[in-house]
């Protein structure tokens, strides 16, 4: 089945509204370099678009209705947008769901020492990543700083053009004998991730001169001690805005496009929706899905269960489990993931014909998994084929993948958690190459075409026949 390009169907004012969102992206990608800062923004945008939040209805005891829209932040690290539609809730609603934690090196809670003259940072890194990539380059640091009454300090240290920033040292080529004959796994260590953060002595001082300088630099800024920094979480993400890729910037590369190219258009579909949808719609993006979706705040815990019955009972006259269950069951999801990109360059790992081509529209996964499709969730017939419905009779571009050759590999997504619930979900989302290298490259007509997927999902998709 070949199919043509999406740019090749765009006429003038399509590809005006394709790069207004594309320039929205970017800032909100530059912007949101973390799972917290993106929360931020994404109740920024939801307050903007007249949503309400839900712990301000739940507190006043207000009641829901057809037309209302509410959003839900947990933790500071999860964020929920729904409309409330005509449909009752026991008819399910129609979600999306992404997730806005990416691969990043995370600073220890005991981090901060000297050798020969300089202070570094120890670290941990966060996801699946290939070391080596993230030596050698700027980083910024992100996060919070929680003192013990509580109080906290916000950080972004490394994206304004005067910002300093870190780094990780790497061998220089004329002594790297030795590495360069290790796999590509021991080049770099994880526990040789170790941030360059200050090198200049405190003056008169003999011993950790240059740690206690930094200290110092730390106290005098942020009014924070060494042992405040047991109660941080510092991320350490590549320097610098995402920005076109190409003569023609038909591309993006950016920082965390895994999974915030999907993570943006769905929160835009629910927040720009116009009217009162049939069911009630929803944007869940969830954390932590890069290391098993585990925690408080990733999808294998209760945030979006709990959420969703308080959303029941702001709508009902009295609050039924079994409501709340029927709520779930009834529900489809578009689990809004990356999925690979076909590579040229590493064109044996994929099966073309069933492979994500970057520029073709966005990509559906009936499964996921590895190796004989393990920890898959493997979507219905019956509910793809609503979904070709839904995309072909709103024009949206749409291909079929899988990630990669049957043996290769393969990976998981957010998919199999929701479907816990019995809901029909399926995978959808958009092309990456170089997923999980510190930029990462997404092309803007997949964006365009995963936003126009999302409001066609919201407005149009009804339970699929038994
Ligand atoms: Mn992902
Ligand atoms: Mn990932």
């Known amino acids: 089945m070949f199919k043509k390009a999406a740019w090749e169907q765009y006429e003038a004012a399509d590809r005006e509204s394709l790069n207004a969102f594309a320039e929205d992206y970017k800032a909100f990608l530059s912007a949101g370099k973390t799972e917290r800062e993106c929360v931020t923004e994404a109740v920024k945008a939801a307050k903007a678009a007249g949503f309400a939040d839900l712990r301000e209805v739940i507190r006043e005891g207000r009641k829901l209705s057809a037309g209302d829209r509410v959003y839900s932040a947990w933790m500071g690290k999860d964020f929920m947008a729904f409309i409330i539609g005509n449909q009752s809730l026991e008819k399910g609603m129609n979600i999306l769901g992404a997730h806005i934690d990416s691969p990043r090196i995370d600073v220890k809670q005991n981090p901060l020492y000297e050798d020969e003259g300089i202070a570094y940072f120890d670290t941990h890194?966060?996801?699946?990543?290939?070391?080596?990539?993230?030596?050698?380059?700027?980083?910024?640091?992100?996060?919070v700083i929680v003192r013990r009454d509580g109080t906290k300090v916000t950080l972004a240290i490394g994206e304004n053009p005067d910002d300093?920033?870190?780094?990780?040292?790497?061998?220089?080529?004329?002594?790297?004998q030795d590495q360069m004959g290790k796999t590509a796994k021991d080049v770099v260590e994880g526990e040789a991730l170790n941030v360059i953060v200050g090198s200049e002595p405190l003056k008169g001082e003999e011993k950790e001169a240059v740690k206690k300088a930094v200290l110092a630099l730390l106290k005098e800024r942020y009014d924070i001690e060494e042992e405040d920094l047991l109660s941080a979480e510092l991320e350490l993400v590549p320097a610098g805005a995402a920005r076109d890729l190409g003569f023609d910037r038909a591309l993006i590369a950016g920082y965390g496009h895994d999974d915030r190219v999907c993570a943006y258009p769905s929160m835009r579909a629910v927040l720009d929706f116009e009217g009162t949808p049939e069911y009630t719609a929803c944007a869940i993006l969830t954390d932590k899905e890069e290391i098993g979706s585990v925690g408080a705040t990733g999808m294998a815990s209760h945030f979006f269960e709990n959420t969703c019955a308080e959303l029941y009972n702001a709508c009902s006259e009295a609050y039924c489990e079994l409501g709340l269950r029927r709520m779930l069951r009834e529900s489809r999801m578009l689990s809004s993931d990356v999925s690979a990109g076909f590579d040229p360059n590493f064109a044996g790992v994929f099966e073309k014909k069933n492979a994500a081509i970057v520029g073709r529209g966005v990509c559906f996964n009936k499964f996921t998994g590895s190796r004989g499709k393990g920890g898959s969730n493997d979507a219905n017939a019956e509910f793809m084929a609503e979904v070709r419905r839904v995309m072909d009779e709103n024009q949206v571009d749409f291909q079929t993948a899988e990630l990669g050759k049957v043996d290769v590999g393969g990976g998981g997504t957010i998919a199999y958690l929701c479907s816990k619930y019995g809901m029909n979900c399926i995978d959808a989302g958009i092309a990456v190459l170089s997923m999980h290298a510190p930029w990462e490259i997404i092309s803007k007509a997949d964006l365009w075409e995963a936003y126009k997927c999302y409001l066609a999902f919201l407005r149009d998709c009804k339970a699929p026949a038994d």
């Open 125 to 143: 890194y966060y996801g699946g990543i290939k070391k080596y990539q993230w030596v050698a380059l700027p980083l910024a640091l992100h996060g």
């Open 164 to 176: 300093p920033v870190f780094y990780i040292s790497d061998l220089l080529i004329h002594l790297a």
